[in-house]
């Protein structure tokens, strides 16, 4: 992981356009290729960034800052940094993560919706629990109806950054000849206004699960988004 902190202005060129004026920041880039930008606030999340897979090239600025970084996504969105002064740049090897050890309910749920794998649909068939990627395993992945093959992410409570998990994963999926084409499924026992948003601007379907309903204690139906 590289960190810098530097004086930089932040341009998000795409689909959406984004402006970061200039500022102090720390900005991130991770060896999966992401770059976050962020500032001394706003808790964990990032003011900016750019999910892998995605390309940084380092250019001479035309505005007479020292350096101009262009993040380029296979969209051919770009996230353009532009540095006035860099106070610290610092390189670290983290080696392999463990994983987050999910809590008993969440990881009960993955086992009961892999017990049940139908609540995703008639037809569903499951391929493998914690199915292991270079970035970490999926909850679920399975096979609908007409054999596509779709990855489940489970969380307790359903946020962006679950959604932003997902799609890490189905990016990297998506790159196997022998999984391709593969969907994703968000599902949790909650699931955030601003999460549903986005996984439907990504075609990923949000599930919202019944702990209950699926120990089989309420007869309650599940609830499609």
């Not at 993560?97 to 990881?107: C, I, N, T, Y």
Request: aromatic share 6%.
């Amino acid at each position: 992981m590289r960190l810098v902190i530097a004086r930089c202005q932040v341009d998000y060129v795409g689909r959406l356009t984004a402006h970061l004026a200039m500022a102090r920041r720390l900005l991130l880039m991770k060896a999966d290729g992401s770059v976050l930008v962020h500032s001394d606030g706003g808790s964990y999340k990032p003011l900016n960034w750019m999910s892998p897979p995605c390309w940084m090239e380092e250019r001479d600025s035309e505005t007479g800052a020292a350096k101009l970084w262009v993040v380029t996504n296979k969209a051919g969105e770009e996230l353009r940094i532009t540095i006035e002064e860099i106070e610290h740049d610092s390189s670290h090897e983290l080696g392999v993560d463990p994983g987050l050890v999910k809590d008993g309910v969440e990881a009960h749920l993955q086992e009961l919706l892999a017990e049940h794998i139908e609540t995703l649909g008639a037809g569903y068939t499951l391929i493998r629990r914690e199915y292991m990627t270079a970035i970490g395993p999926v909850d679920i992945l399975c096979r609908d109806a007409d054999g596509a093959t779709v990855a489940v992410e489970i969380k307790r409570r359903g946020e962006i950054d679950g959604v932003e998990q997902l799609t890490r994963y189905l990016e990297l999926l998506n790159r196997d000849p022998l999984l391709a084409p593969v969907t994703g499924v968000f599902a949790a026992q909650q699931i955030k206004p601003q999460a549903k948003t986005l996984a439907n601007d990504r075609g990923i379907r949000c599930l919202t699960l019944d702990y209950n309903v699926l120990r089989g204690t309420d007869s309650s139906e599940f609830r499609l988004f």
